[in-house]
């Protein structure tokens, strides 16, 4: 409702929308975010090599970075 306001010109404090708000008996409706999935392997997908072969062992500092990314949210679905 803020924003709503606001965008239309109206100069006045996110608190004091509140306030009217909860006077009123009105609340503010949120979108439901997306429940937590899993990931689901893609059969045809290629696997990667494991260049590190579980060792994470590293004879000299920046000689092996490891990372584990497991899924990227986006608006067209996880990647």
Do not use: C, Y
């Not at 965008?7 to 503010?28: H, P, T, Y």
């Not at 439901?32 to 090599?49: H, I, M, N, Q, W």
Request: no cysteine.
């Amino acid at each position: 409702m803020h924003a709503v306001l606001t965008r239309e010109g109206v100069r006045i404090g996110r608190k004091r929308v509140e306030r009217l708000m909860r006077e009123a008996g009105l609340s503010g409706v949120s979108p439901r975010r997306a429940g937590k999935g899993f990931t689901r392997r893609d059969p045809d997908a290629e696997l990667s090599p494991d260049l590190v072969q579980r060792d994470f062992f590293a004879a000299e500092p920046n000689r092996l970075w490891v990372t584990d990314l497991t899924m990227i949210p986006t608006l067209e679905g996880p990647l």
